[in-house]
């Protein structure tokens, strides 16, 4: 069984939705971040970095994994599925994981904070990670102009790069004209397993986007 320590986040989502496709049976330890939980000194035992997601499997000497990108991969190995198995083709799975990792979550994740969060607007920063992330979202429809899903078969890195890509909106994103893009995101989002792992947890005070104004001050709480 995996024990899944989670929030309504988009790092979050990836574990949850990730978990879902797999069938994998997981239990759920909702980690309330605007009550600074994920501080707590028994989480930090967990993950020394103090943030979501981590699971624990119990199923494999109460094993500890965090950060996101390696739960995908570590759950990718244990099942063999949602990563090929050939050198070439895991390796394309990785390349585009971890370009979300390194570029779209962190571009994605500053131009929610700047343009949606800060107290202060700061012209300069919110257009520069605006535009950062809309030139990382271009290489993603460049990519699926030609390919149903980015590396081959659906996989870890559909499913890490979807759950910061359908957010575009709230980080002010234009993505007119982004039709491959587009086209991905809904495909994605159809899914029924996608459906329940974004349900996990259920939103509360972080995640609701429809009651905006909590959801702002929920996050304003935690970057202070």
């Known amino acids: 069984m995996i024990e899944l320590f989670t929030s ?9 939705v990730a978990l879902e496709e797999l ?7 909702h980690i309330k971040l605007s009550e600074g939980q994920q501080k707590e000194d028994w989480y930090m035992k967990l993950n020394p970095n103090g943030r979501i997601p981590t699971i624990i499997d119990h199923d494999f000497d109460d094993f500890v994994v965090f950060e996101s990108g390696a739960i995908l991969i570590y759950l990718a190995e244990k099942t063999g599925k949602l990563m090929p198995r050939d050198v070439k083709g895991r390796s394309r799975v990785i390349q585009w994981l971890m370009f979300q990792m390194g570029n779209i979550g962190p571009m994605m994740g500053q131009a929610n904070v700047f343009y949606r969060y800060a107290p202060e607007k700061i012209p300069y920063a919110i257009e520069r990670y605006q535009r950062e992330s809309h030139r990382l979202l271009t290489v993603l429809d460049t990519r699926l102009k030609d390919h149903e899903y980015l590396a081959g078969d659906y996989s870890i890195a559909d499913i890490a790069n979807w759950c910061w890509a359908r957010g575009y909106e709230w980080g002010g994103i234009d993505v007119s004209g982004l039709d491959n893009l587009k086209r991905w995101i809904d495909q ?25 104004d909590k959801t702002i001050e929920a996050a304003r709480k935690i970057l202070a």
Not at 8 to 16: C, D, F, H, L, R
Not at 23 to 29: F, S
Request: charged share 25%.
């Open 8 to 16: 309504e986040t988009p790092n979050g989502w990836k574990i949850s």
């Open 23 to 29: 069938e994998l049976p997981y239990t759920v330890r």
């Open 188 to 212: 994605i989002a159809a899914r029924p397993a996608v459906q329940r792992g974004r349900a996990v947890p259920p939103p509360t005070d972080l995640g609701d986007t429809k009651n905006r």
